[in-house]
């Protein structure tokens, strides 16, 4: 393979006569999958952060690797806040009110590109959230849905 940069490009050629031209937000997502790489190769970390991370950025990149789009969660994308009182104390259950985040747009149109930031509460104060990104949440939206499982732990802030 051959490069060379152009006006702030790279131009990458494959060595069948095709070339693959890096510029903006390419480059930039690049560099990123190359350099989160290396540091979980280094530090012997491969967590949810990271992951979604190499994600974010080869979607970036999907016109040049030919995979499909892994549509995550945007870090922009708009917040459901959902306050809950415990199902059962000791240990904590939290069961989110399903019935009515799935009435909120944009979770009521089927789009995944929203976080949901659950409150655990106990009496009105905080004992646990999460910020858990639509496409993780999505199809446990059902009722009966038991947050504290431990399936979204990693989500946990």
Known sequence: MDFKLNDS????EDGSSSSYVFG???????A???????EAIISDTHDY???RQLITMLD???GIHNVPLF????????IIHSPMEPAEKNPYRWEPLTEEIIQIAPVAEGDENFWLNLVGLHNGDVVSEWMIP??????SLEPG?????????QYSV
């Not at 490009?9 to 990458?12: E, Q, T």
């Open 9 to 12: 490009k790279l131009i990458v």
């Open 24 to 30: 903006g937000e390419e480059l930039f997502s690049f």
């Open 32 to 38: 990123g999958v190359i350099s989160v790489s290396i």
């Open 49 to 51: 952060v990271t992951k």
């Open 60 to 62: 970036n990149l999907t």
């Open 71 to 78: 549509h995550l969660t945007g870090h922009e994308a708009p």
């Open 134 to 139: 639509g496409d993780e949440v999505m199809e």
């Open 145 to 153: 849905f038991d947050v504290s499982s431990g399936d979204f732990e």
